[in-house]
């Protein structure tokens, strides 16, 4: 059996490069000789109830609002949660998870998909810039996760909503300290990047949720040493470009 890494409506939600995190996705169960395929869906085609992994990306307010349309009317998204898929959203895909988000100059409020119990409003100010996050792992140990972000929405988590990471560098929620939100099977953030090819550690995290297995680690040093090598470079590029800001102050 393929598992189908679900990549939903890139014409609505592909202005930031996040399909990139399907294809890290599919790669990497290919490289543990699992059978993997991105299916790439647009509105107006049904959403197929039987994927692994669902993804949303970042886009802009008025593409925002059509993708909650189209993906009410379809259905398979929600099948396929119920069915025991994982959902990651990034930004705009994170915010429209929630009840609810504001549009436009004048706030105008519109109705998300409810999966996740947090909603938008607009920020203090636009956040664009990297963000470096502490995670947490399921099993306790931390983990660094870099990326950029770009919203005008702040978001604030209810109760069912347990934030993803804390913020050390960048904005994230813009709330509370913290980026992101997860509820059961449904992870949303806000950074870019595409964020799984410089995060492999939270690619391989949706993928074991999404199976329900521990999966072993891929059994190639060196790509793994270079996946490594780049993530600590970004990290300390995000830090010294902070430090630098912090100094012109
Ligand atoms: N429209 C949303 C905002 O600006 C999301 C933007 C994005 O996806 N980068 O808050």
């Not at 409810?114 to 983990?143: K, M």
Request: proline fraction near 4%; include cysteine.
């Amino acid at each position: 059996m393929s598992h189908k890494i679900v990549v939903v409506y890139q014409s609505l939600l592909g202005i930031y490069g996040d399909r990139g995190n399907g294809m890290v996705l599919a790669k990497r169960l290919q490289w543990r000789d699992l059978d993997a395929e991105v299916v790439n869906v647009e509105p107006g085609e049904p959403v197929p109830d039987d994927g692994l992994i669902y993804l949303l990306g970042g886009g802009e307010d008025l593409a925002q609002i059509a993708a909650v349309k189209a993906l009410e009317a379809d259905g398979g998204l929600h099948r396929g949660l119920d069915a025991g898929g994982v959902l990651f959203a990034v930004c705009a895909g994170y915010q429209l998870c929630g009840h609810s988000f504001t549009v436009g100059d004048n706030d105008e409020v519109f109705g998300g998909l409810g999966l996740l119990d947090v909603e938008t409003r607009r920020g203090s100010e636009r956040a664009v810039g990297e963000i470096l996050t502490h995670w947490t792992r399921p099993d306790g140990t931390e983990d660094l996760i870099t990326g950029f972000e770009n919203h005008g929405g702040f978001t604030s988590l209810g109760s069912d909503a347990t934030p993803f990471a804390s913020v050390e560098v960048g904005v994230g929620n813009g709330t509370d300290g913290h980026d992101g939100a997860v509820q059961d099977r449904v992870i949303g953030l806000y950074p870019h990047g595409p964020i799984l090819p410089r995060n492999p550690a939270l690619a391989d995290h949706l993928l074991e949720l999404a199976l329900g297995t521990k999966l072993e680690p891929i059994d190639r040093p060196e790509l793994n040493a270079e996946h490594e090598r780049l993530r600590q470079e970004r990290i300390r590029i995000v830090r010294t470009t902070r430090n630098r800001a912090e100094q012109t102050r």
